[in-house]
């Protein structure tokens, strides 16, 4: 998938569409795209590992979920990219929360049922910690995944990293049609910060100083109108 229009994959793809079954659900795809995707950024030869041959077979014959790859690939290169810092909006972040759910090795996802969606994801610092202290201009992906047990499955993306300015968090949060907008909250030791999604669902943060903190907080509630 490096190079999904080259003749050679092009003519691969079309093989395995004519030799083989689909076996995935567009939701079902759709979730295991984010994974794919951060594989595919990481150098991982997707087109051979098996354990994307169902979803590789899906997209062969499903156009709908192949532009949904094109554009969580496109949403991937904007959440690495630099970007302008948003407005910072003091608002009250919302609490009585479900009992985390664990969406990786460090990760803790909360979600909270009402008028608007609400969630907060907790990431402990031994994930964030090295990239922050890493040279200028490098970058790390924090997590990327499907919330399935959000309202509407949003997808959600962090990254962190470090350049002149210091070190920064970006987050993307996109629904399947891209309108919703988010306001998005960080806490990070005795630090608060807090922005809106722009109309691509990007929020980038530049951090003060690097955290000593042992968790960051995201604090995500949708904002409507």
Not at 79 to 94: G, M, S
Request: with cysteine; hydrophobic share 40%.
């Amino acid at each position: 998938m490096s190079n999904p229009h080259s003749p050679d994959q092009a003519a691969a793809r079309l093989a395995r569409a004519l030799h083989t079954n689909d076996e995935l659900t567009p939701e079902e795809a759709a979730a295991l795209l984010p994974e794919f995707i951060l594989a595919e950024r990481s150098g991982e030869d997707v087109d051979n590992n098996p354990a994307y041959a169902a979803l590789l077979r899906h997209l062969d014959h499903n156009e709908a979920s192949l532009r949904l790859y094109e554009q969580l690939s496109e949403d991937m290169d904007l959440l690495l990219d630099p970007a302008e810092t948003l407005p910072v909006i003091d608002r009250t972040p919302p609490s009585f929360f479900s009992p985390p759910t664990p969406k990786g090795e460090h990760v803790l996802l909360q979600v909270l049922q009402g008028m608007v969606r609400r969630f907060r994801l907790t990431i402990n610092m031994p994930r964030l910690a090295p990239a922050l202290a890493t040279l200028s201009g490098s970058q790390q992906a924090l997590f990327a995944g499907t919330l399935t047990e959000v309202t509407g499955a949003p997808m959600l993306s962090l990254s962190t990293g470090h350049d002149h300015d210091g070190p920064w968090i970006r987050v993307l949060v996109r629904d399947t049609t891209g309108a919703t907008r988010w306001q998005i909250r960080l806490v990070i030791g005795d630090e608060t910060l807090s922005a809106t999604t722009d109309e691509r669902g990007l929020a980038h943060f530049t951090l003060p100083a690097l955290p000593e903190a042992s968790q960051v907080q995201m604090m995500c509630e949708e904002v409507r109108g």
